[in-house]
Every structure is written in structure tokens, then in C-alpha cells.
């Protein structure tokens, strides 16, 4: 991913792009483990909330892929319904750690 | 470098990353950005810091971002300061919801930071023209009640005249207003009027109505036919639906007589130097409304130290929604009783702490003034 462009686009400058994804990735690891939890516990309002978290940051960076996959959790959950849960995590998690070896 | 304080930013959302997205942009350009993640903390920084703008999240766990601009608006410390508030892109219900609750715009989220920057712009613009109209008006009403004071007579100016006065304007331009007529030596004319609505065209009028008393109370007239050819100017110049009660004192200390026209006013009260205090009531029509107007006219013999206080409706309509035993101007003449002994000098204020109590104020204008023979 491009992060000089991506700060560009946001009026910053890369350092402080950078020092945002590093927020971005601590908060993300943290709701993801609300998302498992969540799933674990069958407890699909959880879920949705901690999606709806990693939704909302990820737009305002411009990571949209994060953001499609984090809104689809969203609604599927707020809908009441966590199937195939584990393959959205699998994939969700891939992304956040291709944004780490940045 | 100028030693201006930036402008502030209250950034409320619970989402870590969004708050630290718009304080690294907004910080960028000169913001001075105080961050909040819930609302209670985001309440008491507005009212603490009185940040220049709010950027309020509607969806957040605890109290929600309406329940906070409620609360904010709610509070007067707070209410003046302009909220934005971060919404989802498909939530058109609380988009008016927000802009129903007070909010001067809204950002749909995600949102991108140089947008958030030009709202916040626009906003503090808008923000600033409007208070400094608001300071400029404020300055203005602030003139006008410097000169209404100024053209009311002291009883230090006027030792003849043997009154004293309790006079307070609550709002910028008050409705009240009295004057004090040296008709001659020994004659002298007491006016006390209510305008009709108290807004700065009222104050206006007030020079108007002193400079009609000191052209037609004078010696050549009665005071009936005073207060008629004042009615027939007013009649001319007020607005419609404007007008004024009053009550105008007509006092001759040599033939010891008093006329007391009444437009429209609460009654004058008697304070003779022997015996009860008496109401003096006369009906009669407002000033500046008709015509051919009517007014309470009596003329009553009085005796040296005998005292008449003259008052505007403030002192009774306060007076019956603070005191429960006041039904009115009638229900005050035991107060009056308790008068017997005080110095006319400090009736007036005697009287307004009886009603009012030595702390709190009058909750409207009030003009009090008294009268000895």
C-alpha cells in the first residue's frame, strides 16, 4: 500500500500517517479480539460494535478494503448472523498484519 | 507574532483513531484541539476550556452524541458554542435529528480530514461575525441606557421637588421611565409611565415623551389639558398597538392641592401624615393609543408631610408571583403601614426590599417613586 500517497490525500505528511496506522493497528488488534470473543460467545451485538470501530477508522485512512470487509462484518452481525465468521477474521487479520511490514 | 490565543476545537468520538485524525489535522493548521471520548468528559471540557467549535460523534457508547449536544445547549454556559456533528453516510434521520437539537452542520463519516478542516473554517467564520454583531448590538443598547439613565432628574438636582426614587432597567433598554417637572416655585409635576414592550425603539421614545412633558407642562395649562395634548402628540407619532400608562402628579404647595391623572396605571398610593394608608384608584385610558382618550382625573387636598408613592406595574405583578399573600396593589397597603416611620428618602428602597427581599431583585422594570408634601 501506498502510504506516501494515501497521506498525501489526507493532508499529511507521511510521518504522521505512519504514526496513525500504528494507532490503527493497536486499536484494530484489540477489537479484533472483541470480534473472537464476540464469536466465541455468540454475541452478534458485540460484534457488530468492534467492526463497526475498525470500520469507521479504516475509512477516515483510506484503507478501503478494510473498510468493505469491517462494514460487511457489520451489518452481517448487526443482522444477528456470524456465519463464516472465521474465514472474515482470517482475512481481516492478513490485512492489518500486511499494513505492520509496511 | 501576535499573542492572539488560537482558535479551539472540542473533538468528541470514541473512536481513538478518529480523535487523533483530527487533532494532527487541525493541530497542523493553528487549532488548538481538546479531545474528549465520551460524553461526560466532552461536557465538562466545553464548559471548562469554552472551546470556539464542538465536532461531536452521534454514535457512542453511554450518552450519544444527541444526548450531549442536549445537554450542552441546555446549558448557558455552553449553549453558544457551535456543534457539528460526525454522522454515518445512510443516517438521514439523524442528520435533521442533530440539525432539530442545534447542530450548525454536520460531517458524514468516513470523513476525510481536509473536509473536516474547511467546516471548521467556515463555522469559526460564521461564528465570529455573529458575536461581534451580537457585541456590537450589545454596545449600542448599552449607549442607549447610559443616555436613559442620564435624562432621568435626581432627587439632588431637583431639592425642590422633595421625592426620592428607586429606578432599575433589568433589560438594556428599559420600558420605565419617570420625569420631574419644575412647573414653578412652588409647583411641581411627577410623571411615571410603563411603555408597551421594551425594546430599543421604546427607549427612543422615552426622549420624545420627556420633551412633550417639558412642552406642555407649564403653568399656562391644566395639568388635564398637559396629558391631553401629550396623548394627541403620541396618538400621532407611536407605532401602532404602542402605547404607555402613566401617571402624572400635578402638586401646588401653596394651595396645598394635587391632581393626579391616571392613564392606565396601577393606583397611587396615600401616605398621610395622620391616619391609614389609602389607595387612590381612578380608571382612565392608556396614553397614546386613542384620540380621544379619557383619563382618571382627581384633585385631592392634601396636607404638609402627607406622602404618595407612585409606582409602575413591576412592583405589583413581581410582587404577586414572589409574595403569597399579595393579590395586588390592594393586598400592599399593610406594607404601607410599616412605611409610617421611614424617612421618605429611603421609602422607595425600604419598600422594594420588604417586597423583594434584601437579596434577590425585581423581575422586571420598576420605577418606584415617592412624593412629599
Not at chain 1, 500500500?1 to 504514526?19: C, H, I, P, T, V
Not at chain 2, 417639558?214 to 389639558?225: G, H
Amino acid at each position: 500500500m501506498d502510504f506516501k500517497n494515501l497521506a498525501s490525500k489526507l493532508g499529511l505528511d507521511e510521518d504522521d500517517f505512519q504514526e496513525l496506522v500504528e494507532l490503527f493497528i493497536t486499536t484494530s488488534m484489540a477489537d479484533i479480539d472483541k470480534i473472537k470473543k464476540g464469536v466465541a460467545s455468540n454475541d452478534p451485538a458485540g460484534v457488530s460494535a468492534a467492526a463497526h470501530s475498525i470500520k469507521g477508522a479504516a475509512g477516515n485512512l483510506g484503507f478501503e478494503d478494510i473498510y468493505s470487509l469491517t462494514l460487511d462484518m457489520e451489518m452481517q452481525a448487526k443482522d444477528g448472523s456470524l456465519a463464516n465468521f472465521d474465514d472474515k477474521l482470517e482475512h481481516l487479520e492478513n490485512q492489518i498484519n500486511s499494513l505492520e511490514s509496511q | 507574532m501576535s499573542n492572539k490565543q488560537p482558535y479551539s476545537v472540542l473533538a468528541v468520538d470514541d473512536n481513538l483513531l478518529n480523535l487523533k485524525l483530527i487533532e494532527k489535522s487541525l493541530s497542523k493548521e493553528g487549532y488548538r484541539i481538546f479531545s474528549a471520548n465520551n460524553g461526560p468528559i466532552a461536557r465538562k471540557l466545553a464548559e471548562d476550556e469554552k472551546p470556539d467549535l464542538i465536532l461531536l460523534d452521534i454514535e457512542m457508547p453511554g450518552e450519544n452524541g444527541f444526548e450531549v449536544i442536549s445537554k450542552l445547549k441546555e446549558n448557558s454556559e455552553t449553549n453558544s458554542i457551535p456543534v457539528i456533528f460526525l454522522t454515518g453516510v445512510i443516517e438521514v434521520d439523524s442528520k435533521l435529528k442533530g440539525f432539530e437539537l442545534g447542530a450548525v452542520d454536520y460531517i458524514t463519516k468516513p470523513f476525510h480530514p481536509l473536509e473536516v478542516l474547511a467546516r471548521v473554517r467556515i463555522h469559526l467564520k460564521l461564528s465570529i461575525a455573529t458575536n461581534s454583531l451580537i457585541a456590537g448590538q450589545a454596545q449600542k443598547l448599552k449607549q442607549v441606557t447610559e443616555a436613559q439613565v442620564a435624562m432621568l432628574p435626581t432627587p439632588e438636582a431637583n431639592p425642590t421637588a422633595l421625592f426620592s426614587v428607586y429606578y432599575k432597567a433589568l433589560e438594556e433598554a428599559g420600558g420605565d421611565f419617570y420625569d420631574i417637572l419644575n412647573i414653578s416655585d412652588h409647583i411641581t409635576g411627577y410623571f411615571v409611565a410603563d411603555f408597551s414592550g421594551h425594546d430599543i425603539k421604546t427607549s427612543y421614545m422615552t426622549a420624545s415623551v420627556k420633551a412633550l412633558l417639558a412642552q406642555n407642562c407649564t403653568p399656562v395649562y391644566s395639568p388635564a389639558e398637559s396629558i391631553k395634548m401629550i396623548n394627541d402628540v403620541l396618538v400621532e407619532i407611536l407605532a401602532a398597538g404602542k402605547y404607555l400608562t402613566a401617571c402624572y402628579l400635578h402638586l401646588n404647595r401653596i394651595t396645598k392641592k394635587l391632581t393626579i391623572i391616571n392613564a392606565g396605571h396601577p393606583p397611587v398610593v396615600c401616605l398621610p401624615v395622620e391616619g391609614e394608608p389609602i389607595l387612590i384608584k381612578s380608571e382612565g385610558d392608556v396614553l397614546g393609543m386613542f384620540k380621544d382618550a379619557h383619563f382618571g382625573i382627581q384633585t385631592i387636598n392634601v396636607s404638609v408631610d402627607d406622602r404618595f408613592v407612585v409606582y409602575s406595574d413591576g412592583l405589583v405583578e413581581s410582587a404577586e408571583t414572589k409574595i403569597t399573600w399579595a393579590k395586588g396593589a390592594e393586598s400592599l397597603l399593610p406594607i404601607y403601614n410599616e412605611l409610617n416611620e421611614v424617612p421618605f428618602q429611603d421609602v422607595p428602597e425600604v419598600l422594594i426590599k420588604k417586597l423583594f427581599g434584601e437579596a434577590s431583585m425585581p423581575e422586571d422594570d420598576i420605577v418606584v417613586l415617592c412624593i412629599k408634601v
